[in-house]
């Protein structure tokens, strides 16, 4: 640490000498031994050091973490020289919730070493990539006439908040018939692809560079703001399910640590690994991204729709389901698909949605499956219970709304996260065969 005197130094001293020349002016021995004591006080100060010396040491949180881990951080501090006030603290990345023990210690230096051991226990209550805060330490000066540049210690590193897996495959029970929608005919030619080559087409938002014809595409150019032409292969027979999840600000609603859109992400990643973990090919669109996952299997799958869930944030101006679901045309072709949509129903999105189920059927067929994933996001705001009976209102309005939805021939589910879990609700909707 660089020490350097404090800005008090110059009127101690100055206190002093005024003092000790009215003692002389007047002629008093009493204030002239007065004017003597900062003297010896500026001096006692100068001669002992502030807290000098330290080295910190200790366990830190893991690099790798689920939403709703507990991650211990433990420090030992040990300051060798000086006197005074040790500060030590680090400040937490934004969504974590401290739980037990404080990040911040304010210690006391004597003329004896200084050993101290302290914890804390923080939980990550949102998925993503965080940036930890170096550990920042400050020494300061029994009498306040010194102070201590602040010296951090260690680096600051990178921490990532994976979105935990709710494994709805553990309920087994053969005595109970889901009435969650499963794609039985929902088979289709969006499979594995083959090696058989079936035509050219057009490039559509989505494909895979790798398939585009270049040779092909300038041979048969006629302007250049023609598409590119992509080869279409065969594809084997398997289920599509595609998932949409809804990325409004509505979405947001909720606290800074509890949201409705933290919930729709996990149920996304819920629903998204229950179809692949039983072969299904499984697409992912997040509304108001341009970038989306075409329909596939496999573990390579799992791995891009973890990574694609991690990056997904609220957007301001999200599209509409009728506007992805019309985005999508080119890959709905030749498929029958079961389409979940998660979301947070209101008058808007309700109309928005009936669109979008004439849009996919149209494309699709009469047979396609929709099934919405209503989560009822009122109960994360409500703190009083006037917020409590307002909740209670605004989902009678939202019930009316999802009676259109299921007169429409859509599956729907009402979730509220602030009430039961995601496994819950699919064990509460559950009949007996």
Same mark, same amino acid.
């Given at each position: 640490?660089?020490?350097?005197?404090?800005?008090?130094?110059?009127?101690?001293?100055?206190?002093?000498?005024?003092?000790?020349?009215? $003692?002389?002016?007047?002629?008093?021995?009493?204030?002239?031994?007065?004017?003597?004591?900062?003297?010896?006080?500026?001096?006692?100060?100068?001669?002992?050091?502030?807290?000098?010396? /330290?080295?910190?040491?200790?366990?830190?949180?893991?690099?790798?973490?689920? /939403?709703?881990?507990?991650? *211990?951080?433990?420090?030992?501090?040990?300051?060798?020289?000086?006197?005074?006030?040790? *500060?030590?603290?680090? &400040?937490?990345?934004?969504?974590?919730?401290?739980?037990?023990?404080?990040?911040?210690?304010?210690?006391?230096?004597? !003329?004896?070493?200084?050993?101290?051991?302290? &914890?804390?226990?923080?939980?990550?209550?949102?998925?993503?990539?965080?940036?930890?805060?170096?550990?920042?330490?400050?020494?300061?000066?029994?009498?306040?006439?010194?102070?201590?540049?602040?010296?951090?210690?260690?680096?600051?590193?990178?921490?990532?908040?994976?979105?935990?897996?709710?494994?709805?495959?553990?309920?087994?029970?053969?005595?109970?018939?889901? !009435? %969650?929608?499963?794609?039985?005919?929902?088979?289709?030619?969006?499979?594995?692809?083959?090696? @058989?080559?079936?035509?050219?087409?057009?490039?559509?938002?989505? @494909?895979?560079?790798?398939?585009?014809?270049?040779?092909?595409?300038?041979?048969?150019?006629?302007?250049? @703001? @023609?598409?590119?032409?992509?080869?279409?292969?065969?594809?084997?027979?398997?289920?599509?399910?595609? /998932?949409?999840?809804?990325?409004?600000?509505?979405?947001?609603? $909720?606290?800074?640590?509890?949201?409705?859109?933290? +919930?729709?992400?996990?149920?996304?990643?819920?629903?998204? +690994?229950?179809? =692949?973990?039983? !072969?299904?090919?499984?697409?992912?669109?997040?509304?108001?991204?341009?970038? =989306?996952?075409?329909?596939?299997?496999?573990?390579?799958?799992?791995?891009? *729709?973890?990574?694609?869930?991690?990056?997904?944030?609220?957007?301001? #101006?999200?599209?509409?389901?009728?506007?992805?679901?019309?985005?999508?045309?080119? +890959?709905?072709?030749?498929?029958?698909?079961?389409?979940?949509?998660?979301?947070?129903?209101?008058?808007?999105?309700?109309?928005?949605?009936?669109?979008?189920? #004439?849009?996919?059927?149209?494309?699709? &067929?009469?047979?396609?499956? %929709?099934?919405?994933?209503?989560?009822?996001?009122?109960?994360?705001?409500?703190?009083?219970?006037?917020?409590?009976?307002?909740?209670?209102?605004?989902?009678?309005?939202?019930?009316?709304?999802?009676?259109?939805?299921?007169?429409?021939?859509?599956? *729907?589910?009402?979730?509220?996260?602030?009430?039961?879990?995601?496994?819950?609700?699919? %064990?509460?909707?559950?009949?007996?065969?």
């Amino acid at each position: 640490m660089k020490r350097t005197l404090s800005s008090r130094l110059p009127r101690e001293v100055l206190a002093s000498a005024l003092l000790f020349l009215l $003692g002389l002016s007047l002629g008093n021995p009493l204030l002239i031994v007065l004017s003597l004591i900062p003297i010896f006080y500026v001096a006692l100060s100068t001669y002992f050091a502030g807290p000098s010396q /330290v080295t910190i040491t200790g366990k830190e949180a893991a690099d790798n973490a689920w /939403v709703g881990d507990r991650l *211990v951080v433990e420090r030992e501090v040990l300051a060798e020289k000086g006197m005074g006030v040790l *500060v030590v603290g680090e &400040g937490l990345p934004e969504h974590f919730r401290l739980e037990k023990g404080s990040n911040l210690q304010v210690l006391w230096k004597g !003329n004896k070493p200084l050993k101290e051991r302290y &914890g804390y226990e923080v939980t990550a209550t949102r998925r993503g990539i965080y940036q930890t805060e170096a550990l920042r330490m400050e020494g300061i000066h029994f009498s306040g006439l010194r102070t201590a540049e602040m010296e951090i210690k260690g680096q600051s590193k990178e921490l990532l908040i994976k979105q935990r897996r709710i494994l709805i495959r553990r309920i087994r029970d053969p005595h109970i018939l889901s !009435n %969650v929608a499963k794609p039985v005919n929902a088979v289709s030619r969006s499979g594995t692809r083959s090696t @058989d080559f079936r035509e050219l087409r057009k490039y559509v938002h989505g @494909d895979r560079f790798r398939n585009i014809n270049w040779k092909a595409t300038v041979r048969l150019a006629t302007s250049e @703001d @023609d598409p590119p032409l992509v080869n279409e292969y065969e594809r084997e027979g398997r289920t599509t399910v595609w /998932v949409l999840l809804d990325a409004r600000e509505r979405m947001s609603l $909720g606290t800074n640590v509890e949201n409705a859109f933290e +919930h729709a992400v996990a149920a996304s990643s819920a629903l998204c +690994h229950f179809y =692949l973990d039983r !072969n299904c090919d499984v697409g992912l669109a997040v509304l108001g991204r341009e970038h =989306l996952l075409l329909p596939e299997a496999g573990r390579r799958q799992t791995v891009m *729709v973890d990574r694609m869930l991690l990056e997904a944030m609220v957007d301001p #101006k999200p599209a509409s389901f009728r506007e992805t679901m019309s985005g999508l045309h080119g +890959h709905m072709e030749g498929t029958t698909p079961l389409v979940v949509m998660v979301t947070s129903v209101d008058a808007e999105r309700a109309e928005d949605i009936l669109r979008a189920v #004439k849009i996919l059927r149209a494309q699709a &067929g009469r047979r396609t499956q %929709v099934m919405v994933l209503h989560l009822s996001p009122y109960s994360l705001a409500k703190e009083t219970e006037e917020d409590r009976i307002a909740a209670s209102f605004l989902q009678l309005r939202d019930a009316v709304e999802l009676r259109k939805l299921r007169a429409a021939g859509a599956t *729907v589910m009402t979730w509220d996260p602030a009430r039961q879990s995601l496994r819950s609700l699919l %064990v509460a909707t559950l009949g007996r065969k």
